[in-house]
């Protein structure tokens, strides 16, 4: 089984703060994903990733950054955290070539 | 770029009624058309997807349409059980393997027993 593997499952931080939301997948995908989820929005994608060191913007990237220094992770940044960037985050990867996404179980973040 | 749009944002059906539910997009590039169920407190899970050569797929109780020329396409689920109850998500791109879907806002669908 593919497995995504998020960080945290509930994280809550103070304004301003630097915040780091971990992805780890372990099936050798070259593609990862950053999704924030709110209700009646859907998934709207943050960054991705097709390749170590590579990065494409995707619709709602303002204050947001990524890294990924390996394959297998994907690090998704909020340089200083505000109230609005409270949702839930997902990851998520996929094999080029496949069109099937896995997705992490989420990371709720609450921005106080 | 694409826009994704999907009808109704919440569906309540009686156990064992057909529940149906609606996307449309804009890009007439998009060409693979995958369904994401989410159950709560749960992640996203492909159930079934469509390509555009294809005009309909079923998996048992599940089935997807696509119009092309209309730019839409449909999930059906009929004899709806309370595990079905979920959000289900639409999503469109314009390659098979690319690197981004757009995803629809998402149904919440609700079985009542």
């Known amino acids: 089984d593919v497995k995504v593997t998020q960080s945290s499952r509930y994280l809550v931080k103070r304004t301003g703060e630097k915040v780091f939301l971990e992805c780890v997948q372990d099936?050798?995908?070259?593609?990862m994903f950053w999704y924030r989820q709110d209700p009646g929005l859907g998934l709207r994608l943050i960054y991705f990733?097709?390749?170590?060191?590579?990065?494409e913007k995707g619709d709602i990237p303002e204050g947001y950054s990524v890294s990924r220094e390996k394959k297998e992770r994907f690090s998704l940044i909020l340089e200083s955290a505000s109230t609005n960037q409270t949702s839930m985050y997902l990851c998520?990867?996929?094999?080029?070539?496949?069109?099937?996404?896995?997705f992490g179980q989420g990371t709720r973040l609450t921005v106080v | 770029g694409e826009n994704v749009e999907q009808h109704p944002s919440t569906l309540s059906v009686q156990e064992g009624d057909s529940a149906v539910i609606k996307c449309t997009y804009s890009?007439?590039?998009?060409?693979?058309f995958p369904w994401y169920k989410q159950e709560l407190g749960k992640r996203p899970q492909l159930i079934i997807d469509?390509?555009?050569?294809?005009g309909e797929k079923k998996d048992q109780r599940i089935a997807v349409t696509l119009n092309k020329t209309a730019k839409h396409f449909s999930l059906h689920i009929t004899e709806t059980q309370p595990e079905d109850s979920a959000v289900y998500f639409c999503?469109?791109?314009?390659?098979?393997?690319?690197?981004?879907?757009?995803f629809g806002p998402g149904t919440r669908l609700s079985v009542l027993p």
């Open positions: 990733s097709y390749d170590v060191k590579m990065k």
């Open positions: 999503a469109a791109t314009p390659d098979n393997y690319g690197q981004n879907f757009v």
């Open positions: 890009d007439s590039a998009s060409n693979y």
């Open positions: 469509i390509r555009s050569n294809v």
């Open positions: 099936m050798d995908h070259e593609n």
């Open positions: 998520a990867s996929r094999s080029t070539g496949r069109a099937e996404a896995f």
